[in-house]
C-alpha cells in the first residue's frame, strides 16, 4: 500500500478529491493532508509519502517551493500539480523541477484519477524493482509539454478559449512554429474501428505511438511544425510555409502524399487530410482549423486517402438539400428488378440513382436518406416468410451501414451487396414454400402491375401448366379467377372514396383498358362501378 498526500489550501477542493474514491482499493493510503507549502512539508518529512498531490499557488510556501524543498530529502516521492487553465507556466516550472504528472482541477474526475494512480504505482513499483531504471526528468517534461499541448490545441478546436487566450497560451508552451504563413493539417485514420482492432492486442498507445513517428520522421526538417493528438484517430500538424521558395500546393501535396503513403506501407493504415490556406498569426489558428475540418468533410463524397484542400472544396459547386423519396418512375423500376432477381439491372439502377444525386449536387444527409429509402423499399417487397427469418449477413445492420458509413462509395458498394444478399434469401425461402401460398403471396402484393399466370410461374421458378392445375386443386378456383378477384375487391375499396376517378382505379388494380375494366366490374359485382359508387354512397 503505498502512501499519499494532498495538499490544497481550499479545504473543499481537499474534501472533495478525498471523497472522489476509496483510494483502499487502488493501493493507496491517504495519509496526511495540508493546507500550504510549510504544513505538508513537516507533515511529509514525518510520514514519508510516496505520492504528494499538490496545489501551486499557497500562501506560506507555495507548491513549487514544496516539490524544491521535498525532492531534496524525500528521494523516491512522486509529484502531481494540481493547476488551472491559466497556469501553465507554473505547471512547467513544476515539471522542471521534477513533478511526475498534472491535474487541471475542473476536469478531475474518477476515471482521471484512477488512470493517474495506475500510472503512478507503475512508476513507484518500476523504481523499487531497479532504481537505476528511473525515467529522466527530461522525458517526464516532455511527455508532459506533449500532453499540455495537446490539451491547448483540443481547447483551440472546441471554442473553449478566445483568441486573446490562444495567443497568450500558444506564447507560454513555446510552440515549435512562428507564428506567421501557418498551415493547418487534420489527418484522420479512416475506418478507424477496424484498425484498432488490428492493435487490441497492444492497445492504442501503439497505434498513436507509431503513426507520430513516421509523421514526425516524415515532414521535413526545414518545416517548423509542431504535431498535435485530438485521438487515436484524429492529429493534427501544423507547420510554417515559404511562400517565397516556390508552390506551396506543390511542398504539401509532395509531403503529405508521402505521409499517407508510408502509414499505409508501414502499418496498412489508410488516412485522409484536409489542408487549411495559409494564415498569419495565432489568433488564427482556429480559422485555419475549421477550414481543415471543413475540407475533411469533403471526403465523404471522394473517397478514403485522399489530400483535401479547403481553396480547392469552397470553389466546388455548393451541395444541397434534395428530395429523399423515390420517384414513381424509380418505384416501378426497382419492382421489374426485384421480380426479376436480376443484379446487373440492381447495379444499373443504383448507378442510376447516384448519377441523379450527383447532379442534382446533393449534401451528405441528402445521400444518406436516399440510400435509406431505397433499403425500406426492398424491406416492402421482401416474402413475409423471409422479412420474419431473415439472418444478418454482417456485423452492422444496412441501416447502420447507411447512416454510419464513412464514405459514400462504401455505402453504395454495401446497398449492393445487401441486395444480392436478399435476392438469394428471398428466392431460397419462397422455394421452400408451397406454390400456390407463393403465388397467392406474389398476386396479393403486385395485383397492380402487369402479372400473369406466365411471370408468377417464372418468378417461383415452376411450369405454369402445372401451377395451374395445384391453384385449381388447392384453391377451387383458377388463377385468373383469384387475380380478379383480388383486384376487384381493392376497386371497390377505391370506389367508395370520391378521390379518384373510375378510370385512375382502373390503372390503380392492374387494368390500363378502362373499358375491359367496366365490363369485368360489372359481371364480377352486377353494376358498372359508376352504379357501384352511387349506390355505395346513398347508402351512407
Known amino acids: 500500500m503505498y502512501k499519499l498526500m494532498i495538499v490544497d489550501d481550499e479545504l473543499l477542493m481537499r474534501v472533495g478529491i478525498r471523497s472522489m474514491l476509496s483510494w483502499e482499493e487502488y493501493n493507496f493510503q491517504v495519509v496526511g493532508e495540508a493546507g500550504n507549502g510549510k504544513e ?7 510520514v514519508d509519502p510516496d505520492l504528494i498531490i499538490t496545489d501551486i499557488k499557497m500562501p506560506i ?14 528521494k523516491s516521492c512522486k509529484y502531481v ?31 482521471s484519477l484512477i488512470d493517474l494512480l495506475a500510472a503512478m504505482e507503475q512508476k513507484l513499483q518500476s523504481e523499487q524493482v531497479n532504481p537505476t531504471n528511473i525515467p529522466s526528468m527530461a522525458y517526464d517534461y ?65 497505434l498513436r505511438f507509431s503513426i507520430l513517428n513516421i509523421m514526425e520522421e516524415i515532414i521535413p526538417s526545414k518545416w517548423e511544425k509542431e504535431i498535435f493528438v485530438e485521438s487515436s484517430s484524429e492529429y493534427w500538424i501544423m507547420i510554417n510555409v515559404c511562400p517565397e521558395n516556390g508552390s506551396v500546393h506543390t511542398d504539401i501535396n509532395k509531403r503529405c502524399t508521402k505521409l499517407l503513403s508510408s502509414i499505409k506501407d508501414f502499418m496498412n493504415l489508410s488516412l485522409t487530410a484536409g489542408v487549411s490556406t495559409i494564415v498569419f498569426g495565432f489568433h488564427c489558428i482556429r480559422k485555419a482549423c475549421q477550414e481543415a475540418e471543413f475540407a475533411l468533410r469533403q471526403g465523404f463524397f471522394t473517397g478514403s486517402n485522399q489530400l483535401l484542400y479547403y481553396e480547392d472544396v469552397i470553389r466546388a459547386p455548393v451541395r444541397k ?23 446487373k439491372k440492381a447495379e444499373d439502377f ?14 451528405e444527409s441528402s445521400i444518406r436518406k436516399q440510400y435509406i429509402m431505397v433499403l425500406e423499399t426492398i ?23 447507411v447512416l454510419k458509413g464513412e464514405y459514400w462509395e462504401d455505402i453504395h458498394q454495401d446497398m449492393l451487396a445487401h441486395i444480392a444478399y436478399y435476392f438469394k434469401a428471398d428466392s431460397e425461402i419462397m422455394q421452400e414454400r408451397n406454390y400456390t401460398d407463393l403465388a397467392i403471396e406474389l398476386i396479393d402484393k403486385y395485383y397492380a402491375e402487369d402479372i400473369s399466370l406466365q411471370s408468377i410461374a417464372n418468378q417461383i421458378n415452376v411450369n405454369p401448366s402445372y401451377l395451374s392445375r395445384l ?50 366490374f360489372k359481371k364480377s359485382v352486377g353494376y358498372t362501378p359508376e352504379e357501384y359508387r352511387e349506390l355505395q354512397q346513398g347508402s351512407m
Open 350 to 363: 443504383l448507378a442510376g440513382i447516384r448519377c441523379s444525386l450527383e447532379t442534382l449536387q446533393a449534401d
Open 61 to 74: 510556501m507555495d507548491g513549487l517551493q514544496l516539490i524544491q524543498e521535498a525532492s531534496s530529502v524525500l
Open 142 to 206: 516532455s511527455k508532459s509539454m506533449r500532453h499540455l499541448k495537446d490539451s491547448f490545441f483540443q481547447d483551440v478546436v472546441s471554442g473553449f478559449i478566445n483568441e486573446k487566450e490562444i495567443v497568450t497560451k500558444a506564447e507560454e508552451l513555446h510552440l515549435r512554429i512562428r507564428s506567421d504563413q501557418m498551415v493547418v493539417i487534420k489527418f484522420i485514420v479512416n475506418y478507424y474501428e477496424d484498425a484498432k482492432r488490428k492493435y487490441v492486442e497492444k492497445g492504442e498507445k501503439l
Open 40 to 46: 505538508a512539508l513537516d507533515l511529509a518529512l514525518e
Open 321 to 343: 438539400e434534395v428530395n429523399g423519396m423515390l420517384s414513381s418512375q424509380q418505384e416501378r423500376d426497382f419492382l421489374k428488378l426485384w421480380v426479376s432477381k436480376d443484379y
Open 471 to 520: 391453384f385449381k386443386q388447392e384453391k377451387g378456383e383458377n388463377f385468373i379467377s383469384y387475380l380478379t378477384r383480388v383486384r376487384i375487391e381493392h376497386a371497390k375499396a377505391y370506389l367508395f372514396s370520391r378521390k379518384w376517378r373510375v378510370y385512375e382505379i382502373a390503372e390503380k388494380v392492374g387494368y390500363h383498358n378502362y373499358t375491359y375494366f367496366s365490363k369485368i
Open 81 to 111: 500539480i494540481l493547476s488551472n487553465f491559466d497556469e501553465f507556466h507554473y505547471v512547467k516550472e513544476a515539471l522542471k523541477l521534477g513533478a511526475a504528472d498534472y491535474l487541471i482541477k475542473s476536469e478531475i474526475t474518477e476515471t
Open 379 to 401: 424491406h416492402s417487397h421482401l416474402s413475409r416468410a423471409a422479412e420474419r427469418g431473415k439472418p444478418s449477413f454482417t456485423e452492422r445492420s444496412p441501416y447502420e451501414i
